[in-house]
């Protein structure tokens, strides 16, 4: 069936869909995970352990689900290995007190592309330069102050920040993180133009051109009230949608595989085009990365 999803931000938090967050390994976070020794048994288990298998028996992405607990795991008592002399029975060592975890210092991703790339595309340097080095920047150092002042969350990798935390400023700078890596990626210096391949076939099956498909997301993109995203995501069914996020929202928290996103925050484009948000959304058209929005289409099983 056609149809286009809005997906507003009301909706309460449902599965990840299987790898949203992870499969593509340029989005890692780029601290590695440490255990949490103040709650052993609270530590989140990672996204394969508690991801469904999508396929049509997935639910759909307006079905409210509580949030994913994690599991509590019985602790494992330690093994000692006795000596082989024939002395009394030696009593074994006590075990060392595991260290506690450090902070974590969280980093973005590498710009894929020179400050100046998306030049002829219509977005500046100077732009690009302060969205990155300020904006995105700016919420690494914010969650790692955040982050170094709860225990609790000390050794947490951004991920399981996502999957773990209520809405509020953890989670907020967490999900900005997340949806500026991608956004820098949805974009290229070779971009602009469509989609080739089968991508473009479930596009044109969808909505039956790709103009069609162009005009929608342009209003979609253009209607969405303050700041947020506008995503080309792929459902649990196998179908692409349209879907805004307001705010540091993601959809793969809802269910969805993201293929491509644009940045309608102000911050955006206000540099180059005040509040002029329609001609942000045309430098956006001819600087997409299908090649990009095409990877993940195929990661997610085409």
Known sequence: FFFVCFVRTAMSLQPLAPGALRHSTWLHSLCAPQTVSSVPSARPPTLSQVLPTMGPAAPPPNLDISRIQAPVKASTAPQYLRSGLKAADPKPATPAKPAKPEPTTFAITPLPYAYDALVKKGISKEQVTVHYDKHHKGYASKLTDLVAKDPKLHGYALEELLMTQPPGPVFNCAAQIWNHNFY???????GGGAPKGALLQAIEAQWG??????????????????????????????????????????????????????????????????????????????????????????????
């Open 184 to 190: 820098w990626h949805s974009m290229s210096p070779e």
């Open 209 to 302: 051109t790709f103009e069609k498909f162009k005009a929608e997301f342009s209003a979609a993109a253009g209607a969405h009230f303050g700041s947020g995203w506008a995503w080309l995501v792929k459902t649990p069914l196998k179908r692409l949608a349209i879907v805004t996020t307001k705010d540091a929202d993601i959809p793969a928290l809802r269910g969805l595989h993201p293929l491509l996103v644009c940045d309608v925050w102000e911050h955006a484009y206000y540099i180059d085009y005040r509040n002029d948000r329609a001609a942000h959304l045309k430098a956006f058209w001819d600087a997409v990365n299908w090649d990009f929005a095409n990877f993940n289409w195929i990661m997610t099983g085409g």
